[in-house]
T-cell receptor
């Protein structure tokens, strides 16, 4: 089955620690995206990539970093510079008009 | 800049019809999409309008008026499982291909 996987589903981290969220897709999509969602809010774009070895900042990139070494993979690192990282993180891929989302990772900073 | 407006919440009874409006302001526009998200879940694609008019997919329909910068999602024959958040999203010609700007979402509450 084709789809997008994210791991882990729940993640706890101490303040000051970096953490990496995984996102893998086997849909053969060129474009991939990372969003942050806070309770009762919409989706805010963190980073996106339209091709391997290239990525662009979204609206709220500060405190985050990404890499795109393979078409299938687009990991997101939440660094200690992100002041309020507790949120629901969603990864998506696209074939143009439609974005397909992974199940999300809920990150809690203790 | 870009902005999208949609109501924060709509409540309706089973079997009713609900219309969720979305108005947008963008520097360029190529299409309006709608996504559904159940509590704690991932958004899933519902519909897409690039041209003016109505698109129908089962109980759900979506409408777009480019001249009015306005669209809506129509949910018919509401079922309890339709209780979810619904997001409109615009794709912009001045922005990167496939990138979307999402609205804040409308929570639809279906009551028995």
């Amino acid at each position: 089955d084709g789809g997008i996987t994210q791991s882990p589903k729940y993640l706890f981290r101490k303040e000051g620690q970096n953490v990496t969220l995984s996102c893998e897709q086997n849909l053969n999509h060129d474009a991939m995206y990372w969003y942050r969602q806070d309770p009762g809010q919409g989706l805010r774009l963190i980073y996106y990539s339209q091709i391997v070895n290239d990525f662009q900042k979204g609206d709220i990139a500060e405190g985050y970093s990404v890499s795109r070494e393979k078409k299938e993979s687009f990991p997101l690192t939440v660094t200690s510079a992100q002041k309020n990282p507790t949120a629901f993180y969603l990864c998506a891929s696209s074939n143009g008009d439609t974005q397909y989302f992974g199940p999300g990772t809920r990150l809690t900073v203790l | 800049g870009q902005s999208l407006e949609q109501p924060s919440e709509v409540t309706a009874v089973e079997g009713a019809i609900v219309q969720i409006n979305c108005t947008y302001q963008t520097s360029g526009f190529y299409g309006l999409s709608w996504y559904q998200q159940h509590d704690g879940g991932a958004p899933t694609f519902l519909s897409y309008n690039a041209l003016d008019g109505l698109e129908e997919t089962g109980r759900f329909s979506s409408f777009l008026s480019r001249s009015d910068s306005y669209g809506y999602l129509l949910l018919q024959e509401l079922q309890m499982k339709d209780s979810a958040s619904y997001f409109c999203a615009v794709g912009m010609t001045t922005d990167s291909w496939g990138k979307l700007q999402f609205g804040a979402g409308t929570q639809v509450v279906v009551t028995p």
